[in-house]
């Protein structure tokens, strides 16, 4: 896959009313034409970049069930991400929701000359977008795969990121612009928060469980909390990922359009729903709720000790489904099987 920069030079407007003069949009692509190819768009979650071979490289990749070199698959990093599209360097950038992001990204497909998503996806905040889309533009995509994901943020959900948000300013060089490692430790204990609600009971005793039955003090998953916190501050801006807890807090489909059931109730998109049995994020309930409410959508369960995770670790039970899904009748799809 190749990557490019999308530029769109007038002020951009968004859904809070602020103006943004002119937008960024990183994204990856696969080489080749367009003409003669399936299209899959794929929406990346929280804190992925624009290029699914790094963050889902068993589904997607040469030889893998979505192929660059066979499909022609595109992934762009959203706004307020700190992979090349418009970002924050202090606390008071505005609002970004996720129909901010999928705007723009409208605005990228329409430069790539994009009429039709033959598959649209995402897991997580990354199928926040992929619901927007598909209740913004009913007809765009063909078929519709949310993973691990809701209709509108829970209260359960709002408060993780919330409790996230306030590790980031109980580190009191959060909001000091650009110096080196302003908001680091804070970022890092946002994450160790957020690892808790994205990982589950039985994945934590069977990754993290002390190797000897005599230790004076448990601290593999201690020493575990640490190490995750310490990658994510090696790659991530603490700004941005204020800037997209926030925007995970604006998810709700129904805003403005007369609840969740009717907004859900105008997609045309051959739907998938996928949900994980360990899920404390997302628990199937949300999934279920999906599955009833879009016309004609089909609800699966992944089984996994590795909670909301697991639809990224999950590759072969999701890459059974989809198999499944898309050589179904209604897909227009014939699928290589994996």
């Known amino acids: 896959m190749i990557e490019n920069t999308y530029i769109y030079h007038e002020p951009f407007l968004l859904e809070n009313g602020s103006i943004l003069p002119g937008i960024r949009i ?3 692509c696969s080489r080749g034409p367009l003409t003669g190819r399936k299209v899959v768009w794929i929406c990346h979650a929280l804190t992925a970049s624009s290029n699914p071979l790094d963050w889902w490289p068993d589904l997607v990749g040469a030889g893998k069930f979505l192929d660059p070199g066979r499909e022609y698959i595109i992934c762009a990093n959203v706004l307020g ?16 929701t996720i129909r901010d992001m999928v705007k723009a990204h409208q605005l990228l497909r329409l430069h790539l000359d994009i009429e039709h998503i033959d598959l649209l996806i995402g897991g997580s905040s990354g199928g926040f977008q992929a619901l927007e889309w598909a209740i913004d533009s009913p007809g765009l995509a063909g ?33 000091r612009g650009e110096e080196p490692m302003a908001g680091r430790r804070g970022l890092a ?3 160790s928060i957020a690892l808790l609600s994205y990982r589950s009971y039985a994945g934590y005793c069977k990754t993290q469980s002390e190797q ?53 109730s105008v997609i045309k998109a051959h739907t998938l729903c996928i949900g994980i049995d360990s899920d404390m994020l997302f628990p199937l309930s949300e999934i279920e709720y999906l599955a009833e409410h879009i016309p004609g959508a089909t609800k699966e369960v992944i ?17 059974s489904i989809l198999c499944k899904f898309l050589n179904s009748g209604a897909a227009h799809w014939p699928m290589p099987l994996p």
């Open 81 to 96: 991400s700190c992979y090349g599209s418009t970002q924050p360097h202090a606390t008071d950038f505005p609002l970004i």
């Open 143 to 175: 078929n519709l795969c949310l993973i691990a994901c809701s209709a509108r943020i829970s209260p359960w959900a709002t408060a993780l990121n919330e409790s996230q948000r306030m590790a980031l300013f109980a580190d009191t060089t959060f909001g």
């Open 303 to 319: 089984s996994s000790d590795f909670g909301h995770d697991g639809f990224l670790l999950e590759h072969e039970q999701i890459t």
């Open 212 to 264: 000897q039955d005599d230790v004076l003090i448990a601290c593999k998953a201690c020493s575990y909390q640490q190490y995750q916190g310490k990658k994510l501050t090696d790659r991530f801006s603490p700004y941005s990922y204020y800037t997209l807890t926030l925007s995970l807090d604006s998810h709700n489909v129904g805003r403005n359009r007369g609840g969740t059931a009717k907004a859900l």
């Open 26 to 28: 990183r994204y990856h």
């Open 189 to 191: 204990a946002a994450r």
